[in-house]
């Protein structure tokens, strides 16, 4: 009767996640716009390379008819195969990353509103099986979330004209979406430890909201001496202005911890969008160890940052301010 | 009532609790034994509260210890949470469940092996069968208290703390309560430790007890000696009043 399992628990409390989740209203608005906007881009994607593919055809006609017998190759082709999902970058860093946040937030903060932290914190569950519940739980929604966009990009780029996808296109697409998922996870996590160490509702959403702010815009500025053209866009510029003495000390400092940047940089570098084009997903990773270990070690320290705060919280009387 | 041969189930020695200028509890000592109805009386603010938080495992000491069932509250929180049920004053679930929803996930997390037997099990026991697929929500404070004893006592504990149990019921809210802890005291052996205002409640349901003022016990007895010693009193508010006058 009174056999606990941790593991069992981690299930237990990860499945309640999810199935809370799946309830919220808020969830559904912001997964709704995700993936909507998702299948915009798709639409876009399509659009524009079947418009410029049918000026090109007409300019053929015209160019014919008035004698050249030589024209230039379609542009299209020179084009890399998943440059339609490079939208996609964007969307993730801005309304993904956003979307992380309020789903990690809501995770405990659902539990810090409805008073049941006592009754729960009395059930023979660690404080760790607690979070990893959590987290599990958090992870298997931004997966299926993650999946669902995959799946809508994957299978709308297969429609688009002059474009012939192949099976590495397609492994790497994956892989971009993978590491999309891992970036995001971090920021649920930020949510998710905000929620558990704030005392008011409106601090745990508003501090991670400001981390957002800096990693996806600020960091990003002072950590690549402010090139803002290419700060959301993963095309690499030409030409980098000078550094001052300023913008050289703060690339050399906040360069590791710039995530939006690398984000940026790395799922370009997947996607074949960025001008080194070409590479391998052994290639980029290898390329970027230092970053994905980043990534990887922030994504621990925020699990073992909330299962800390999580030990140490008082569940009595918390009844969270707006 | 021989306290020399029976172990205690629950003890507290020199138990305190310090919250930046506030001494909520101050050298605490306590012993209940198995199978007693605890009552835990003392104003707003005495600490009875931060007493069961302690016990409870909720929160930690800043001195002292304590233990239920033989187990440390805070080196051994697993093993006392195995043994315990807890239903804090103002019992707060998730509205959007379901009371059956509710109770597996709590049913789950305690360890019940089989929690749709169990659960039903229990409503039985608290006759308060066909609401299982009603939202928390649409529950009376009444209702909720009793969905509150449910998870408390899924999983067989060996210990129930109650804290205010009967605040916010009316007068049948607050018999059907007192039945029913005296049936679970009766029926299941179970030790109810249980904080309160309502002194005639404590005259009703309870063997035993414990005056707390500013975070001191100034008494523990059973009801049967108290009665008997303030024999002069009319009732047991005025030997309430009486105790805390005298500290």
């Given at each position: 009767m009174k056999n606990t399992n941790p593991m069992g628990n981690t299930f237990t409390i990860a499945s309640a996640e999810i199935r809370a989740l799946f309830r919220e209203k808020t969830m559904y608005s912001i997964t709704g716009v995700f993936l909507l906007m998702t299948a915009a881009s798709s639409f876009i994607g399509w659009s524009t390379f079947t418009t410029a593919d049918a000026v090109y055809r007409a300019s053929v006609v015209y160019l014919h008819a008035q004698g050249v017998s030589t024209v230039p190759e379609?542009?299209?082709?020179?084009?890399?195969?998943?440059?339609?999902?490079?939208n996609l970058i964007v969307y993730i860093l801005l309304i993904g990353a956003l979307l992380a946040v309020i789903i990690g937030h809501r995770s405990f903060m659902r539990e810090r509103r409805s008073g049941i932290l006592q009754v729960l914190f009395?059930?023979?569950?660690?404080k760790r099986s607690f979070v990893l519940g959590k987290i599990l739980g958090l992870g298997l929604v931004l997966f299926s979330i993650m999946s669902m966009t995959a799946i809508i990009s994957i299978a709308s780029s297969f429609?688009?004209?002059l474009q012939h996808i192949t099976i590495g296109n397609v492994g790497h697409a994956l892989v971009f979406f993978l590491f999309s998922f891992l970036y995001m996870l971090f920021f649920a996590l930020c949510g998710l430890l905000f929620a558990i160490v704030s005392k008011s509702e409106s601090l745990a959403l508003f501090i991670p909201i400001c981390l957002w702010v800096g990693i996806t815009f600020v960091l990003p500025e002072l950590a690549t001496g402010l090139t803002p053209t290419a700060l959301l866009n993963p095309v690499t510029i030409l030409q980098l202005p000078p550094l001052t003495g300023f913008f050289s000390t703060a690339q050399h400092i906040l360069f590791p911890i710039s995530l939006g940047w690398h984000y940026t940089t790395i799922s370009g570098e997947l996607l074949g969008?960025?001008?080194?084009?070409?590479?391998s997903i052994g290639q980029v990773f290898s390329g970027h160890w230092i970053e994905m270990t980043t990534l990887c070690v922030s994504i621990l320290t925020l699990g073992l940052l909330s299962a800390t705060a999580l030990r140490r919280f008082d569940p009595r009387g918390d009844y969270v301010n707006e | 009532m021989n306290t020399t041969t029976i172990k205690p189930i629950i003890t507290a020695h020199a138990l305190t609790k310090q919250y930046k200028d506030t001494l909520?509890?101050?050298?605490l000592d306590l012993n209940i034994n198995k199978g007693e109805i605890f009552g835990f009386l003392g104003h707003n603010g005495a600490g009875k509260t931060t007493t069961v938080s302690i016990l409870t495992t909720l929160i930690a000491p800043t001195a002292g210890n304590a233990t239920v069932c033989g187990f440390?509250?805070?080196?051994?929180s697993i093993e006392v949470q195995k043994r315990i049920g807890y239903l804090p004053e103002n019992v707060k679930f998730?509205?959007?469940?379901?009371a059956y929803e509710n109770l597996e996930y709590l049913a789950k997390l305690s360890g019940v092996k089989n929690p749709k037997e169990k659960i039903h099990e229990v409503l039985v026991f608290l006759e308060?069968?066909?609401?299982?697929?009603?939202?928390?929500?649409?529950?009376s404070k009444g209702m909720r208290q009793r969905i509150g004893i449910a998870q408390a006592i899924l999983h067989d504990p060996e210990v129930l703390f109650l804290d205010?149990?009967?605040?916010?019921?009316?007068p049948m809210g607050i018999k059907k309560l007192r039945d029913i802890i005296i049936k679970l005291n009766k029926e299941k052996g179970m030790t109810i430790f249980m904080n309160t205002h309502l002194l005639s409640e404590v005259a009703k349901t309870c063997t035993t007890i414990g005056v707390l003022n500013q975070g001191k016990l100034i008494y523990c007895d059973s009801l049967a000696h108290t009665m008997e010693r303030f024999?002069?009193?009319?009732s047991l508010e005025e030997i309430y009043f009486t105790l805390g006058e005298k500290h």
């Open positions: 379609n542009p299209l082709h020179s084009v890399p195969a998943l440059a339609s999902f490079d009395v059930r023979p569950v660690p429609f688009l004209p969008s960025s001008f080194s084009t070409n590479l | 909520a509890l101050d050298s440390d509250t805070q080196k051994e998730y509205d959007s469940l379901t308060f069968t066909g609401i299982e697929n009603k939202k928390l929500g649409e529950f205010e149990p009967t605040s916010g019921l009316d024999h002069d009193e009319s």
